[in-house]
């Protein structure tokens, strides 16, 4: 069945609601609907691809590693705590990710683990970052927002390729 002939069998004209009613599918509506979602498994797209690329020439561009190791101007008790609350953030990440999803596999991580935990690590990741962005700031001033949020994104978007 179509994607469109799905979607006028559960959304007739008559309807006063908006929301299709899903718990009267038949089995050929779910096939339809498993076909539809089926297609767009691939997580390569332009924006993927766009702030992968991006976060590869600010990284090039701004000599990322090589002003991490070397300029004198950086606060590096900040950048220290900074990026220990990333670490925090990211291993939180970890934990709920790959070892609760994929090793236990529990996909109910707030039945499975500690409550606070999501915002907990939310929290961390974001003083992180802000703590991090003062650490940096004497390097390169207001561009450091943009630069931190490009290497950002494109950490994220290389994540969100990974085989799990």
Aim: charged fraction near 15%; hydrophobic fraction near 50%.
């Amino acid at each position: 069945m179509a994607p469109e002939a799905v979607r006028r069998r559960l959304l007739p004209e008559a309807t006063s609601s908006d929301e299709p009613d899903i718990n009267n599918l038949t089995e050929d509506d779910r096939n339809a609907i498993d076909e539809v979602l089926s297609r767009n498994k691939s997580n390569f797209n332009g924006h993927t691809i766009f702030w992968m690329i991006a976060a590869a020439l600010v990284f090039n561009y701004t000599d990322f590693a090589n002003v991490l190791a070397n300029d004198g101007r950086i606060k590096t008790d900040l950048l220290k705590v900074g990026s220990g609350m990333i670490a925090v953030n990211l291993s939180v990440g970890a934990y709920l990710v790959v070892y609760m999803s994929y090793i236990r596999g529990k996909k109910d991580w707030s039945a499975h683990a500690h409550p606070a935990l999501i915002p907990v690590a939310t929290l961390f990741g974001c003083i992180g970052m802000v703590i991090s962005t003062i650490a940096l700031w004497p390097v390169w001033g207001f561009l450091t927002l943009p630069i931190l949020f490009t290497l950002f994104m494109g950490i994220v978007m290389l994540a969100s390729l990974m085989p799990f």
